[in-house]
């Protein structure tokens, strides 16, 4: 660009969020690097109280500048919450630099914290796009999916055992009935046979026990019944 800029240790640049400032030399900590500048708005005037843009920086309740003209090339200093520089206020001067706060490599972005009021009404409803804020967001967009990650695996696991123990209740089920399969094969042939002939012989044999004896005691009270008359006629013919 401008021979002016070159002995300067920073240049506009592309960043993140549209410009910023970038080191082009290395700065360091407590360096002043540029002056906030632009004309200072009185409160106590009416038309100049209205003036609002993203560039006003207060120094007193009445003074404030108006950082937004374009000679001002510290308004492209972005805002980052964990800053390499900060704006150190003169309020009596009415002057604003921008310091270092830590030592700054060539082609490090220059930050400084524009403060609460600032973060509060611009930031924060937008989310701010400082390196802390997008690490932040990083580790927990990381720590979400390592969590969905937990969740699934804990869903696999679960799953995995239920169809384990349904295999293993299949499997039961399959042993109990090939179990009855081979008694019933046992009683046919031999081995445990009288058992389960036992069994069945008694069950049938008390079916038919009763069946008989049911049958046989209304069989016999008729058989009584029509005896009984044959009877006292035998007697009868006896006794005539
Ligand atoms: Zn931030």
Same mark, same amino acid.
């Given at each position: 660009?401008?021979?002016?800029?070159?002995?300067?240790?920073?240049?506009?640049?592309?960043?993140?969020?549209?410009?910023?400032?970038?080191?082009?030399?290395?700065?360091?900590?407590?360096?002043?690097?540029?002056?906030?500048?632009?004309?200072?708005?009185?409160?106590?005037?009416?038309?100049?109280?209205?003036?609002?843009? &993203?560039?006003?920086?207060?120094?007193?309740?009445?003074?404030?500048?108006?950082?937004?003209? $374009?000679?001002? !090339?510290?308004?492209?200093?972005?805002?980052?919450?964990?800053?390499?520089?900060?704006?150190?206020?003169?309020?009596?001067?009415?002057? !604003?630099?921008?310091?270092?706060?830590k030592d700054i490599e060539p082609g490090d972005e220059i930050n400084?914290?524009?403060?609460?009021?600032?973060?509060?009404?611009?930031?924060?409803?937008?989310?701010?796009?400082?390196?802390?804020?997008?690490?932040?967001?990083?580790?927990?967009?990381?720590?979400? $999916?390592a969590e969905r990650l937990r969740l699934k695996e804990r869903a696999? $696991?679960?799953?995995?055992?239920?169809?384990?123990?349904?295999?293993?209740?299949?499997?039961?089920?399959? &042993?109990? &009935?090939?179990?009855?399969?081979?008694?019933?094969?046992?009683? !046919?042939?031999?081995?445990?046979?009288?058992?389960?002939?036992?069994?069945?012989?008694?069950?049938?044999?008390? &079916?038919?026990?009763?069946?008989?004896?049911?049958?046989?005691?209304?069989?016999?009270?008729?058989?009584?019944?029509?005896a009984t008359p044959s009877k006292r006629a035998a007697a009868r013919?006896?006794?005539?």
């Amino acid at each position: 660009m401008t021979a002016s800029l070159s002995h300067k240790p920073y240049r506009v640049g592309r960043s993140r969020t549209g410009l910023g400032l970038f080191a082009t030399k290395a700065i360091k900590k407590g360096t002043k690097i540029i002056r906030y500048f632009g004309p200072l708005l009185d409160s106590k005037k009416k038309d100049e109280d209205a003036i609002e843009n &993203k560039y006003l920086f207060e120094l007193t309740n009445r003074w404030t500048i108006d950082g937004s003209v $374009r000679e001002n !090339v510290a308004r492209y200093i972005n805002h980052a919450c964990r800053p390499n520089a900060e704006s150190d206020v003169k309020p009596r001067k009415r002057k !604003v630099f921008i310091r270092a706060i830590k030592d700054i490599e060539p082609g490090d972005e220059i930050n400084y914290d524009y403060g609460t009021d600032y973060f509060k009404a611009y930031l924060k409803p937008i989310g701010c796009k400082c390196d802390a804020c997008e690490k932040k967001r990083k580790k927990k967009r990381a720590e979400a $999916r390592a969590e969905r990650l937990r969740l699934k695996e804990r869903a696999e $696991r679960k799953a995995k055992r239920e169809a384990e123990k349904l295999a293993e209740a299949r499997a039961k089920q399959r &042993k109990a &009935k090939a179990k009855k399969a081979a008694k019933a094969n046992g009683k !046919v042939g031999n081995g445990k046979a009288l058992n389960g002939k036992k069994l069945n012989g008694k069950t049938l044999n008390g &079916k038919a026990l009763n069946g008989e004896h049911l049958n046989g005691h209304s069989l016999t009270a008729s058989t009584v019944k029509r005896a009984t008359p044959s009877k006292r006629a035998a007697a009868r013919v006896l006794q005539a």
